[in-house]
């Protein structure tokens, strides 16, 4: 197995036993941390230097559709009603299998370039098989570690989740499964069950999407169903009453929020507050970079600062004063996109942390500062130098590694090229 020593980074570890920041060596042997900790012996390890840089767990983007690459930024000034009307209303059926895989591998590589080394890939637009092998494809090809989200297009509430392609299809080295279900806000008592008790007969996370509404009766049938637990992702969550994200936070259930996209099309706004009140927190995902840009720092910085917001608006309308203490610290959104999020996915016990035991994911942060967590939440992508993932480098010197660039932007223009003149209006 080959042996790899960091040494002379500040490092963020995110585990709870250690502090927020330290100078420390980081031992990998093959796919694994060794160990974290001072002037550890690097026999038989490649040394390398990372003095001046700082190092944390890779991101975690718990919610990102990137078969929709493609069209980046089209729907800037959309609405949700606009997005789901000219997006999966019109232009996704124009989707060929070669667009699901170059949308999908180019998103991936993005978000690795940006500093994201676990992806929950959402992926609601497999008409066909070839579609979903296609977009499993990309994923595979770009080297993210991924959970492939198998979803379906939006159709009838009592249409059930076709279970066959989840048999079906396979994962991978860096690739696991779950299930994107239309859920119980989109689907008839029965069919959210059945979905629900599919994922769980295969141990599957089973992901849904809840917003601009209140929950409704699907729900309820869910819980009687003892079906809602750690592998239950709620995305986004607007519209649940305190009760039902007290139910989902006892029942274990994660919550993951969009924030930037949820404040712009109307989703609702994001539930990070109410989590917190319950003793929880939110996983982050950008959801889709037709709309809002794929960076989870930005969302950890959105989320952030919107709930600060709130939370100095409280204080001052019960004290006439804005709060002279800081709600929430820049750690805690730190850990939204790390350690929150591989909870998420199911993974809490391979990513998320650097510790001995876990997987060698890891990002290098070239932004000088005294304070490395604020360097770290404040970081854009032309400030990660270095992707580790499984012991691999992804991307060092500011460079992703073994991929052609050029050619995958080329297949990306020809595909956005061909698939703009089907959007509606």
């Known amino acids: ?22 100078h420390a060596d980081i031992l990998i042997d093959g796919d694994t941390i060794a160990a974290v900790g001072e002037n550890l012996d690097a026999t038989g390890a490649e040394v390398v230097d990372i003095a001046g840089r700082i190092i944390m767990p890779g991101l975690v983007n718990a919610h990102l559709h990137t078969w929709q690459t ?17 997006l999966h209303g019109a ?19 993005d978000q690795l370039d940006r500093g994201t080394t676990t992806l929950g890939d959402w992926c609601h637009n ?5 579609h979903t092998d296609a977009a499993l494809d990309g994923l595979r090809a770009s080297g993210v570690r991924g959970v492939f989200l198998h979803g379906t297009a939006y159709s009838a509430p009592d249409a059930a989740h076709p279970v066959d392609e989840i048999d079906r299809v396979t994962g991978g080295p860096l690739l696991t499964l779950g299930m994107a279900v239309r859920g119980p806000q989109l689907s008839t008592p029965d069919t959210a069950v059945a979905d629900f008790r599919a994922a769980a007969e295969r141990g599957l996370v089973v992901s849904l999407h809840q917003s601009g509404g209140a929950p409704g009766p699907a729900w309820a049938a869910v819980r009687a169903a003892g079906l809602l637990g750690p592998a239950t992702d709620v995305v986004h969550g607007a519209g649940l009453t305190e009760e039902w994200l007290e139910i989902l936070v006892d029942a274990g259930a994660s919550l993951t929020s969009t924030p930037e996209n ?9 539930v990070t507050g109410h989590l917190l009140r319950l003793g929880a927190a939110p996983s982050l995902g950008t959801d889709t970079d037709v709309v809002t840009p794929a960076d989870v720092l930005s969302a950890a910085r959105i989320a952030l600062a919107h709930q600060r917001g709130h939370d100095h608006e409280d204080h001052r309308r019960a004290t006439g004063s804005f709060s002279l203490t800081a709600t929430i610290t820049a750690k805690q959104a730190l850990a939204w996109a790390t350690v929150e999020g591989a909870r998420a996915l199911g993974l809490a016990d391979r990513v998320g942390r650097l510790d001995a035991g876990m997987q060698a994911d890891l990002i290098v942060i070239d932004a000088p500062g005294p304070n490395p967590v604020a360097a770290a939440l ?7 130098e270095a992707v580790m993932i499984a012991g691999h480098w992804r991307k060092r010197d500011h460079t992703l590694l073994d991929v052609d660039l050029d050619a995958v932007r080329d297949e990306l223009r020809e595909s956005s090229a061909r698939l703009l003149p089907h959007l509606a209006g």
């Open 378 to 384: 404040h970081a854009t992508a032309g400030d990660i």
């Open 91 to 109: 232009v996704a059926r124009h989707y060929r299998p070669e667009d699901m895989r170059v949308g999908t591998l180019a998103g991936a590589l």
């Open 70 to 86: 493609a069209l980046r930024g089209v729907g800037t000034d959309w609405t949700l009603a606009d997005y789901l009307g000219r």
């Open 126 to 130: 497999t008409p066909t098989p070839d």
């Open 262 to 270: 949820e404040l712009g099309q109307g989703h609702g706004l994001p």
């Open 1 to 22: 197995m080959n042996r790899t020593l960091l040494r002379g980074a500040r490092v963020i570890t995110m585990a709870p036993h250690r502090p927020d920041a330290e």
